[in-house]
């Protein structure tokens, strides 16, 4: 029987996943299906009771649904568990249904190498520098700062995932020099004006790495502002597409090409391909 998969939200009909998924699964020709799925308000465990009962066999889920699906699964992985919210499901072998989270680890894979002595920065306080952080830290980094606007928040998210050290944005700035890797995760700096910046990069690292989680625009103020310097950008292009290469290497058992789906879904958002 024809495997499928799906992804699950409100509202759905903007994700790049069908594309993205579908075009692996034909790269990899494998005999399978991927479906976005709107799940109206208060529909949600009637959604997942029809998926389980019309034999999908995993799927992803987005907002607002990643820490409301999860008493509706059998299993939540740790990557899952330690931040409250679930993208992925996978189906076992036994049938039962497992929640997974692979933003943070999707993340991390979009920056390239780096090392676990980098020292990172990341800015804001919500469930994406949740998911990030705790991603981090599973993979044994020790060296993160969390800024944020609100500095109470940073220091709770710091004391619940038990890592790193909570800085307020002034802080960040003035020590902007001593990280290797600065992550913004905020919606701040989105107006084309620099003065909206969370913090300013004048006295960035040379070399250092500037990411944002955000994939439209391409190329949003903050990025902008960083590429004036010696660094290289990533914007949040590269997540979406590692975490979905991650979810799907679970269903399947094989790893997709990333790298080629980066450079089509740039072609798509109108923009050109550079990782610098």
């Given at each position: 029987m024809?495997?499928w998969?799906?992804v699950i939200?409100?509202?759905?009909?903007h994700s790049?996943?069908?594309?993205?998924?579908?075009t692996w699964l034909e790269?990899?020709h494998i005999?399978a299906s991927?479906?976005?799925v709107?799940v109206?308000?208060?529909?949600?465990?009637e959604?997942v009771n029809a998926?389980?009962?019309?034999?999908?066999?995993?799927?992803?889920?987005?907002?607002?649904?990643?820490?409301?699906?999860i008493?509706?699964l059998d299993?939540?992985?740790?990557?899952?568990?330690g931040i409250g919210?679930?993208n992925?499901?996978?189906?076992t072998?036994?049938g039962?249904?497992?929640?997974?989270?692979?933003d943070g680890?999707g993340?991390?894979?979009s920056l390239?190498p780096i090392d676990q002595?980098n020292?990172?920065l990341?800015?804001?306080?919500?469930?994406a520098a949740?998911?990030i952080?705790?991603?981090?830290?599973?993979?044994?980094?020790?060296h993160?700062?969390?800024?944020?606007?609100t500095y109470?928040?940073?220091?709770?998210?710091?004391?619940?995932l038990?890592?790193?050290q909570?800085i307020?944005l002034?802080?960040a700035?003035?020590?902007?020099?001593q990280?290797?890797?600065?992550v913004?995760?905020t919606p701040?700096?989105m107006?084309?004006?620099?003065a909206t910046?969370?913090?300013?990069l004048?006295?960035?690292?040379?070399?250092?790495i500037?990411a944002?989680i955000v994939?439209?625009?391409?190329?949003?103020?903050?990025?902008?502002?960083a590429k004036?310097?010696?660094v290289?950008?990533?914007?949040?292009?590269?997540m979406?597409v590692?975490q979905?290469?991650?979810?799907?290497?679970?269903?399947n058992?094989v790893?997709p090409?990333t790298?080629?789906m980066v450079?089509?879904?740039?072609e798509?958002?109108?923009?050109?391909y550079?990782n610098?």
């Open positions: 024809k495997k998969f799906a939200g409100n509202p759905i009909a790049l996943s069908p594309y993205m998924h579908d790269e990899q005999n991927y479906i976005p709107h109206e308000e208060g529909k949600l465990e959604a998926l389980k009962l019309l034999g999908c066999s995993g799927w992803n889920v987005t907002v607002p649904y990643k820490e409301a699906i008493p509706f299993e939540v992985d740790n990557s899952a568990k919210a679930v992925t499901v996978v189906k072998g036994d039962r249904f497992v929640g997974y989270n692979t680890f993340f991390i894979e390239g002595t020292r990172i990341i800015i804001g306080a919500g469930g949740r998911g952080a705790h991603a981090f830290k599973q993979l044994d980094f020790s993160i700062a969390i800024a944020n606007r109470a928040n940073a220091k709770r998210l710091v004391e619940e038990q890592i790193g909570a307020t002034e802080e700035e003035a020590t902007i020099a990280f290797d890797v600065i913004h995760t701040q700096g107006k084309n004006n620099t910046l969370p913090i300013q004048s006295q960035i690292k040379e070399h250092a500037v944002d994939y439209n625009p391409l190329v949003t103020p903050f990025l902008e502002e004036k310097y010696n290289r950008t990533v914007n949040g292009l590269g979406l590692h979905g290469a991650i979810a799907f290497t679970y269903w058992g790893k090409n790298e080629q450079e089509r879904l740039t798509q958002l109108g923009g050109n550079v610098r």
